[in-house]
């Protein structure tokens, strides 16, 4: 099966594909703009040339163009412009990359500046030479609202919550990645996973069975299934025998009802090229008939693989590496007629496919999202990462990342998920071996959601100035306990995310210069969150930290003040904190001394013995009446300033050789 995978696309180590059904057709799975995220823009150009002839020229509207640059005549090449590229076939995309990128421009003064966006991105998926690439990433990235750099990293990010996890009752949930089992995976590779409807029967590649060559033994890939029982374990992996043959079969897609199995079979007989899409059915014995060619309308004479079907099961999606493509690999569809026919295969267009390699398309069991891998797309965490699209009236929109708690430094493209969004399925090695890949699951984050489609934006800024203050704010799901990658604050002090709507969060804000801020909140609709805060002083008292007269006792009212330290402390783990008690002058100065010391070492011990800070990092101190505020006090007024415990954040200054502190030995 990876013969001519491995031929034409190097960076890819196995077939594998995932399905499950979508609605029909690509004109046809569209869902309401109004439950796209607001940040996220579709391709506005129709491009009718793509799928009917491969290349558009018209030699008399190319050199009107040409004049009109020349002329300056800005807003008669706009349309022109407009018109021409909207007629591109798919050779234009690396031949013709310019004049996308001229339109881009065009589009900046004249027209949309959403447009325009989406022709420079155009324009960094296809381009091949003659752009001003650098020109075009600055401004890419001035406007990308996903960038890769926004997000914390993952492992930092987790340190973080291992570090409070005594103090905070609610917490995000650590993905944990699980081994399906000795009964599913084997010694040898197993991959390519597929669910049905229900989530109870898994199809998969393995390489298991052993062919004896006589000189040697050749791993033969088939096709295996699992089957879970009402205890949630999954029965031992069976081979598929009636599919299975002495060629390659991987790639398994299975229809949301069970009934129909569509996968790739290589090197046989009956394939066209390398790898041929082939589709059998379960019939009313449980046996399956012959697999059957799709036929020639979809096949090629290239490698085809990676299919997955539609809802309603009339849609194949699947990947090929045919020429006419895009790129490397592109991803394709084919439709069914009424009378059984599967159209001519489809190129899914510039949106989803780039001049790299675009695989894998999984359209999810119940919700009009489809997902695909992608070493092409804009940004990307590691080689080939998972990406969402959704369709709005026929138009794809522009692929999102779905986030670092799924895409990791190395390549992601052996996946499904259930149709309950809960887990995602892949494969994975923990070696380099790849002969020893095992099916993983994993928690399904917030950013790989289908319903992750309502913004909520938000600020931080100081109270005094308005300016924006830095760090990392971390969002968390209440209801459904979905993991949701955390990100820096932007420049301006801005975030933004994209959740699930009608569901309860609780937003973390949390920095070196300010303490950490806490709102939880309930998601109906696009929301706006702008917070402010005092910047951290040198030293800082909180109006909640007030003894009763002559005593040190701890209040109530104290802890959500103390708390906020706690967390800082918890968050900041290079910060210490020095307490200092002080009283006013009335009474007898060594009891006031006494007094003081006591408040301080009691906000000690509850920083220290109750909520588990090192004790190291914290100190306490009394002074009395030594250090006033308000040195002759007068009024009562005087005298409460003067009772006071005051909270000092520091770092220590790191010893240095001129100091004679740092000791070789």
């Known amino acids: 099966m990876r013969r001519n995978f491995h031929r034409h696309i190097g960076l890819f180590l196995v077939l594998a594909s995932l399905c499950v059904s979508a609605q029909r057709g690509r004109k046809e799975v569209q869902i309401l703009a109004d439950s796209i995220p607001k940040d996220v823009v579709f391709n506005a150009y129709e491009f009718k040339g793509i799928n009917k002839y491969p290349e558009y020229y018209n030699k008399q509207k190319l050199e009107r163009i040409i004049d009109l640059d020349r002329n300056e005549q800005w807003e ?35 027209g949309d500046p959403d447009e325009a966006m989406t022709l420079y991105r155009m324009v960094l998926r296809h381009h091949y030479q003659g752009i001003n690439i650098e020109e075009i990433e600055l401004y890419y990235d001035s406007l990308n609202r996903q960038a890769a750099e926004q997000f914390v990293p993952i492992d930092y990010y987790y340190e973080l919550v291992e570090h409070r996890k005594l103090i905070d009752t609610l917490q995000p949930p650590r993905g944990v990645l699980l081994n399906m089992g000795m009964l599913v995976n084997s010694a040898s590779a197993d991959y390519g996973p597929s669910l049905n409807i229900h989530n109870d029967i898994l199809v998969f590649t393995s390489k298991r069975k052993k062919v004896d060559e006589t000189i040697r033994f050749r791993e033969d890939e088939d096709l295996y299934y699992s089957r879970k029982d009402p205890y949630g374990t999954w029965s031992k992996a069976k081979p598929i025998t009636k599919l299975n043959s002495h060629y390659n079969e991987g790639s398994p897609c299975l229809s949301g009802d069970g009934k129909t199995l569509v996968f790739s079979r290589c090197d ?4 066209y090229g390398d790898c041929d899409l082939f589709i059998a059915t379960l019939q009313e014995d449980s046996t399956w008939t012959k697999p059957m060619n799709l036929g020639v309308t979809v096949n090629s004479i290239a490698w085809d693989s990676h299919p997955a079907l539609s809802h309603s099961g009339d849609t194949i999606f699947f990947s090929s590496d045919r020429l006419g493509g895009f790129g490397l690999a592109d991803i394709y569809y084919t439709i069914r007629d009424e009378k059984g026919r599967w159209s001519p295969a489809q190129n899914m267009g510039p949106v989803i496919n780039t001049r790299q390699n675009d695989v894998s398309p999984f359209y999810h069991p119940v919700y009009e999202v489809l997902y695909f891998s992608s070493n092409g797309q804009l940004y990307n965490f590691g080689e080939f990462d998972i990406y969402k699209a959704y369709n709005v009236n026929g138009y794809w929109t522009e692929p ?8 990791g430094r190395g390549s992601e493209f052996y996946f499904t998920i259930d149709s309950k969004s809960e887990l995602l399925f892949y494969a994975r090695s923990s070696t380099r071996d790849l002969n020893k890949q095992d099916i993983y699951s994993f928690p399904l984050p917030m950013e790989a959601q289908p319903e992750a489609t309502t913004t909520v934006t938000g600020t931080l800024t100081d109270s005094l100035t308005g300016a924006p203050f830095q ?6 799901d209440l209801d459904k306990g979905h993991e949701v990658a955390p990100k820096f604050l932007k420049q301006d002090g801005s975030f933004e995310f994209e959740l699930i709507n009608q569901r309860n969060y609780l937003l973390i804000l949390q920095g070196d210069d300010f303490f950490r801020i806490e709102e939880v909140f309930y998601l109906d609709g696009p929301m706006e969150l702008n917070s402010v805060t005092e910047p951290i002083a040198s030293k800082m008292k909180f109006e909640s930290i007030e003894f009763d007269v002559g005593k040190a006792e701890l209040k109530t009212e104290m802890y959500a003040d103390l708390n906020k330290v706690v967390n800082f402390l918890y968050d900041n783990i290079d910060f210490k904190l020095r307490i200092s008690g002080h009283t006013d002058s009335v009474g007898d100065p060594e009891k006031n001394l006494q007094l003081s010391k006591e408040r301080a070492q009691n906000i000690r011990d509850y920083i220290v013995i109750f909520a588990g800070i090192f004790e190291g990092r914290v100190q306490a101190e009394g002074f009395g009446d030594t250090k006033p505020i308000v040195q002759n006090e007068v009024t009562e007024a005087d005298r409460k300033l003067n009772r006071r415990v005051e909270f000092e954040i520091y770092r220590e200054v790191p010893p240095t050789e001129e100091s004679g502190e740092i000791k070789d030995f």
Do not use: C, H
């Not at 412009?81 to 065009?106: E, P, Q, S």
């Not at 046989?268 to 394939?271: D, G, L, Q």
């Open 76 to 110: 008669e090449l706009y349309d022109a412009l407009k018109d021409y590229v909207g007629r591109f076939g798919i050779r234009n995309f690396y031949k013709d990359t310019k004049l996308i990128w001229r339109l881009a421009k065009m589009t900046e003064l004249f």
């Open 268 to 271: 046989s007989p009956e394939s």
């Open 400 to 407: 999102q990342n779905i986030g670092p708690l799924v895409n």
């Open 471 to 476: 760090g990392i704010v971390s969002i968390i």
